[in-house]
């Protein structure tokens, strides 16, 4: 069964602190993986995408990571701020899908406080 | 660009009652996924659909769930007879391809069903 697994559940961390959260996933064959953000009551939002052959992206203090063989993930968050506060999801397409499904994992909840 | 609209935001039904969720997905959008996440948990992928098709529902219940993209409109995730288990978020989200490649999937605020 296809799955994604992220760690840790949750996490809290002091305002300016670094964290990194971990995906690991059984999708195969795997064709992309995304990290969103969910705001509690909002839809979530895409921070990266990458493809099978991409080790890693950035998009401003967000920065994930991707080992193919391994199948692992992660996403750094540098400088952490208050608004950083949400759900972090990972979530992975298979390439043998032709409907463009997406497999979510559970998240990992971050709380930055001051 | 307005993005994906969902509505109502918050639906209270009661139990047996019909629910009807309205998606409109981005301006020049085709492509329209359903996912439901329940309290607690992640989201659940339920139907895709591009314009009068449905390509894709496999996450859906066989009974009681339907949903349409029409020519003209938005697309509608319909739930009949509800009951308390399908109180959850619904999220629409669009994209311009399939999101099989690097289309990206754009998400709405979501729908919060309530079932008494």
């Known amino acids: 069964k296809n799955q994604v697994e992220q760690s840790p559940q949750s996490l809290i961390i002091l305002e300016g602190k670094n964290c990194t959260l971990q995906?690991?996933?059984?999708?195969?064959?795997?064709?992309?993986l995304r990290w969103y953000k969910q705001d509690t009551g909002r839809g979530p939002v895409s921070l990266t995408i990458?493809?099978?052959?991409?080790n890693t992206k950035s998009n401003g203090r967000y920065t994930a990571t991707l080992d193919a063989d391994t199948k692992q993930s992660s996403l750094h968050i540098t400088a952490s701020q208050l608004s950083d506060s949400a759900s972090y999801i990972c979530?992975?397409?298979?390439?043998?899908?032709?409907?463009?499904?997406?497999?979510f994992g559970q998240g990992t909840t971050l709380q930055v406080k001051p | 660009n307005a993005g994906v609209m969902q509505n109502p935001r918050h639906l209270v039904r009661r139990r047996g009652q019909e629910a009807r969720l309205r998606c409109s997905p981005m301006?020049?959008?085709?492509?329209v996924y359903w996912y439901r996440q329940l309290p607690e948990e992640g989201l659940k992928f339920m139907v895709y659909?591009?314009?009068?098709?449905?390509?894709?529902e496999s996450g859906m219940p066989k009974e009681r769930f339907s949903a349409e993209f029409p020519k003209e409109g938005p697309s509608i995730l319909r739930i009949q007879q509800v009951v308390r288990g399908d109180s959850a978020a619904y999220f629409c989200?669009?994209?311009?391809?399939?999101?099989?490649?690097?289309?990206?999937?754009?998400f709405g605020p979501g729908t919060r069903l309530t079932v008494t």
């Open positions: 989200a669009s994209s311009q391809g399939l999101a099989l490649g690097s289309y990206e999937q754009y």
């Open positions: 995906c690991n996933y059984t999708v195969s064959p795997f064709s992309n």
């Open positions: 990458m493809t099978f052959s991409e």
């Open positions: 979530v992975v397409s298979a390439k043998s899908s032709n409907t463009g499904k997406l497999i």
């Open positions: 301006k020049g959008h085709s492509h």
């Open positions: 659909l591009q314009k009068e098709n449905i390509i894709d």
